[in-house]
Nanobody, 124 residues
């Protein structure tokens, strides 16, 4: 399985960007899929993830810093997950990574597959 992110770039404070992540292999519908980010000189941190809760239902979990501003969505038919980022702030500047796996937590070590990352820059 390979994950490929797209959609990063430059945005003004208060602006929006939409990231996409497409899986080249088959991502099981039961897999958790999420987004992490890593700013310079900082550790990779969880941003938002979606986890299967049975049937066709998924629930999302958000880091406190992005609640109300970021929204994750998932399209299993396209093996894709998306991140809509609104009201962007300079502190959102980071490389954003897509990840997937069948782990039970959002610790980076619990995810099996990672994309190469896409840069998001919000100048101060």
């Amino acid at each position: 399985v390979q994950l490929v992110e797209s959609g990063g770039g430059l945005a003004q404070t208060g602006g929006s960007l939409r990231l996409s992540c497409a899986a080249s292999g088959r991502i099981l519908r039961t897999y958790a899929m999420g987004w992490f980010r890593q700013a310079p000189r900082k550790e990779r941190e969880f941003v938002v993830g979606t986890r299967w809760s049975g049937g066709t239902t998924y629930y999302a979990e958000y880091a406190e810093s992005v609640k109300g501003r970021f929204t994750i969505s998932r399209d299993n038919a396209k093996n894709s997950v998306y991140l809509q980022m609104n009201s962007l702030k300079p502190e959102d500047t980071a490389v954003y990574y897509c990840a997937a796996g069948d782990g039970s937590s959002w610790s980076p070590s619990a995810l099996d597959y990672w994309g190469q990352g896409t840069q998001v820059t919000v100048p101060s």
